[in-house]
C-alpha cells in the first residue's frame, strides 16, 4: 500500500506541475500578444463616445 501512496503523489505531482506550465505558457502568449498590438494608437480624429 505504501508504493501505491508514492506513485499516486508522484502522478499528482507530475500532473500539478504540467497544468502550472501551461498556466505559464497562456501567460507568457498573452503577455506577448499584448506586447505586440496592444501599442497601437486610434488614428481616427474623432472622440469616443464615452469622452464628455
Known amino acids: 500500500m505504501n ?3 508514492f ?3 508522484d ?3 507530475k500532473g ?3 497544468i502550472f506550465v501551461v498556466i505559464i505558457v497562456i501567460y507568457l ?3 506577448l500578444i499584448l506586447k505586440l498590438t496592444g ?3 486610434k488614428e ?3 472622440p ?4 464628455a
Open 48 to 51: 469616443d463616445p464615452g469622452e
Open 11 to 13: 502522478l499528482m505531482g
Open 16 to 18: 500539478m506541475t504540467a
Open 7 to 9: 506513485k499516486s503523489l
Open 44 to 46: 481616427s480624429s474623432e
Open 29 to 31: 502568449a498573452v503577455h
Open 3 to 5: 508504493a501505491d501512496l
Open 39 to 41: 501599442d497601437r494608437k
